[in-house]
């Protein structure tokens, strides 16, 4: 039925998590690295589902938990944006290189 | 008693001790604590003289600590020697102690000043007891911290600190010469003990370079603290401190411990013929040296503090020129005279309150007991017959000539006839003539001293009067009998030179007197009549051979130079260093600091490119590493 091999998916994933990677670590818009962090999310998934077909046991568990990771990436989001919404009224910006309070 | 003698510098330290804690009282009795003490010491050090008189000794020891398999011991040792300076320096600072109750009356720091007095003591009668050089260095060191304490008691004036500090730096050049001497016997002889290095002495164990060095390093030690020569300066300068002070430093301890110390370590220096010349040339240098300063100075006491400086002079030559017993004999009845000389000086201040001898005079009918006795003093170091300095100053003479030194015996000739001179030089101007001072509006009128400082005068003029018959040729040979049982092999030989040697010291010092007589007293000659005949060596003279200018131009001016050297070498090239070392700290935490920037993203960074290099080194090792 499927004549796609596991490594392709791998490497759909592979590419999916470094842009994501990537965007996380690079862009200064708070809700565009909200939005990477959901790609690198997203590649997990396409990770579990892949493996869930294509183990030596193939099974559900794999595709089941990937439902959950999509809920509580959901959750995540959620929660992810209210902070950034409370974060914005603070502080007028959602430029991440402003968010340095760490430091001071 | 022999046994008990190490309590006797205790006492002075339990005197310094106890005035320490009373040093706020009011009251002068707590002198008598002073008194007390040191007169115990007196009485032990007497008992003491006495046993040794008939043939007893002793030395106990105890191990105070071991380096390796050698031990290094504290104890007490007396022989001959040594218990003769014990009643020479328990007695001068018993008189000196009861001097200075009438003397220091009603200063501020009565106490202190008994205190110091104590320490002083306790140092000096340690030093004379220790057994090996080690415990000899810290008394050393410690009658050199007497005597700073002591000259510059009178910390207020400028002089008096000063002159401290120069006692201390003076004798502390001489001490690092005992230090390195110590140091090389201890290499070469493996023991501080006195009676162990004179046995490897003996041997022949030590070759003679390394003897004649030793012993010379020694005697640097001897002349930083007895005031020879090179390093002489400090103690004219030390007459700032009190009277009594001058007394107890200048005549019986901390001159005389550098003449007791090459004394004690007669043997090495006597397996050195080097050394021993360089003992005698020093001293009969110093001794004529000395005395020619001394006739020049308007100050009382500078006066007789290079007086002291000749005599120790003396001292040295006598024992440079196998005098042993010559020096040691000199050394006591020098102790007696030049003790009295100082209190009866002090007495003299005392009355008229200044020590310019131009200002004095006609004293004598004022001070009845003083003049007289200050006449004895003057008569014993000038070496008239009969008086005690006469015998001494005739047998150092008498071996000086026996040795075959025959240039140091005409300095020492010459020297004593100074001696004469400036001492009656001194006391025409002083007891004779008008009175030369202008009384102060509210001055008292001059007046004798108390008793309490007459009486240590008197004894001293009895004991500089009779000292002298301890060891004569008529009587008999008492003290040289007397030091013969003691460690130190004495030279053999006849010292008794030529009939004509006591005649030609006599007529010296008989010159001296009648031409001060002539000059100050009969006025026959003009006072400036040598000032006028040869003025640039007069001039030099009254300067004092312009030696402390000498070493102003050239030690003083070559240290601060090098120390303006260092501080430039501080200040740019440490500083330089220090500062250098700091911009890179600095340097190094601001990129510390710029990693560290609050960014989450390139925190993020970091971990990722961490992680990614793990697993490559994974990837490539295929494992753990391994």
Same mark, same amino acid.
């Given at each position: !039925? ?41 590649? +997990?998934?396409?990770?579990? +589902? ?15 938990? /990937? ?23 603070? $502080? ?13 | ?41 007196? =009485? ?33 040792? =007396? ?21 200075? %109750? ?26 004379? #007891?220790?057994?090996?050089? #080690? ?25 008096? %600190? ?10 502390? @050049? ?64 030390? !007459? ?31 397996? /050195? ?7 005698? =040339? ?7 040296? &000395? ?9 009382? %006491?500078? +006066?007789?503090?290079?007086?002291? +400086? ?40 005392? &009355?008229?309150?200044?020590?310019? @001898? ?77 009175? $030369? ?6 001055? %008292? ?37 007397? #030091?013969? $049982? ?21 007529? &010296? ?16 000659? /003009? ?35 090098? /120390? ?42 970091? &971990? @990722? ?18």
């Amino acid at each position: !039925m499927s004549s796609v091999p596991l490594a392709a998916y791998l490497m759909l994933a592979l590419i999916l998590f470094c842009i994501g990677l990537f965007g996380a670590l690079t862009k200064r818009n708070a809700v565009i690295v909200l939005i990477s962090i959901e790609l690198m999310l997203n590649a +997990v998934n396409i990770n579990l +589902v892949a493996f869930a077909k294509y183990s030596i046991n193939p099974g559900m568990t794999g595709q089941i938990f /990937s439902l959950f990771t999509i809920t509580v990436a959901a959750a995540e989001a959620a929660v992810g944006l209210a902070i950034l919404i409370a974060l914005y009224r603070n $502080r007028q910006t959602v430029n991440v290189d402003e968010m340095d309070t760490m430091k001071r | 008693m022999l046994q008990m003698s190490w309590l006797i510098p205790l006492f002075p330290l339990l005197s310094f001790i106890l005035l320490l804690l009373f040093r706020k009282s009011k009251s002068e009795s707590t002198a008598w604590i002073g008194v007390l003490l040191t007169g115990l010491s007196l =009485v032990m050090s007497v008992g003491v003289c006495l046993a040794v008189w008939q043939g007893e000794g002793i030395k106990t020891e105890g191990t105070w600590f071991q380096i390796g398999e050698r031990a290094i011991t504290m104890g007490f040792e =007396v022989n001959p020697l040594n218990a003769l300076m014990l009643v020479i320096v328990s007695l001068v600072s018993f008189l000196v102690h009861l001097y200075s %109750k009438g003397y220091m009356h009603g200063d501020e720091r009565f106490g202190v000043f008994f205190a110091y007095l104590g320490l002083f003591s306790f140092a000096m009668l340690g030093l004379v #007891l220790s057994p090996n050089l #080690l415990q000899l260095y810290m008394f050393w060191e410690l009658v050199g911290l007497g005597s700073f304490l002591l000259i510059g008691f009178y910390y207020f004036k400028p002089e008096a %600190k000063a002159a401290a500090k120069k006692a201390f730096v003076m004798t502390r @050049i001489g001490d690092v010469g005992l230090f390195i001497g110590m140091v090389l016997l201890f290499w070469q002889v493996g023991s501080f003990e006195y009676d162990e290095i004179f046995a490897t002495v003996k041997n022949g164990d030590i070759s003679d370079g390394m003897l004649t060095l030793t012993a010379l390093c020694i005697f640097v030690g001897a002349v930083g603290k007895s005031g020879q020569l090179p390093l002489h300066t400090w103690l004219p300068d030390a !007459m700032e401190g009190p009277t009594p002070v001058s007394a107890l430093i200048h005549a019986a301890t901390m001159v005389a411990a550098g003449v007791y110390l090459v004394a004690a370590m007669y043997p090495l220096f006597q397996a /050195s013929e080097a050394a021993l010349t360089v003992v005698a =040339v020093v001293g009969g240098l110093t001794a004529i040296f &000395a005395a020619s300063i001394g006739l020049m100075q308007k100050d009382i %006491k500078r +006066v007789l503090a290079y007086s002291t +400086v000749s005599q120790l002079g003396y001292m040295m030559l006598a024992l440079g020129a196998s005098g042993y017993v010559a020096g040691i004999f000199h050394l006591t009845t020098h102790a007696f005279f030049k003790a009295l000389l100082f209190l009866a000086a002090g007495s003299v201040i005392h &009355a008229v309150h200044t020590q310019n @001898i131009e200002e004095m005079g006609g004293l004598w009918k004022k001070l009845r007991l003083t003049g007289p006795l200050f006449l004895i003093g003057a008569l014993a170091i000038s070496g008239v017959p009969l008086l005690s300095g006469f015998f001494s100053k005739d047998e150092i003479l008498a071996s000086t000539y026996a040795d075959g030194k025959y240039g140091l015996f005409w300095l020492a000739v010459i020297a004593a006839f100074m001696t004469a001179f400036y001492m009656f030089r001194l006391f025409f101007l002083v007891f004779t003539g008008e009175a $030369r001072q202008e009384k102060k509006d509210g001055q %008292k009128d001059v007046h004798e001293s108390p008793s309490v400082m007459t009486f240590p005068m008197i004894v001293l003029g009895v004991l500089a009067v009779v000292a002298g018959y301890l060891n004569t040729t008529w009587f008999g040979t008492f003290l040289s009998d007397y #030091l013969a $049982r003691g460690p130190v092999e004495l030279p053999h030989g006849d010292h008794h030179g030529p009939v004509w040697i006591p005649l030609v010291a006599t007529l &010296a010092s008989l010159l001296g007197i009648g031409l001060a007589y002539l000059i100050y007293q009969r006025g026959t000659l /003009s006072r400036d009549w040598i000032t006028r005949s040869f003025p640039g060596l007069s001039d030099v003279i009254y300067n004092k051979w312009y030696i402390d200018e000498g070493y102003d131009q050239t030690v003083v001016k070559g240290t601060t130079g090098l /120390s303006k050297l260092g501080a430039l070498f501080d200040r740019y090239v440490v500083e330089g260093l220090v500062t250098a070392v700091t911009t890179g700290v600095q340097r190094l935490g601001r990129i510390g600091s710029r990693l560290q920037n609050g960014q989450v993203q390139s925190y993020g960074t970091a &971990a @990722i490119f961490g992680i990614v290099i793990l697993l490559l080194i994974v990837a490539l090792t295929g494992g753990y590493f391994s």
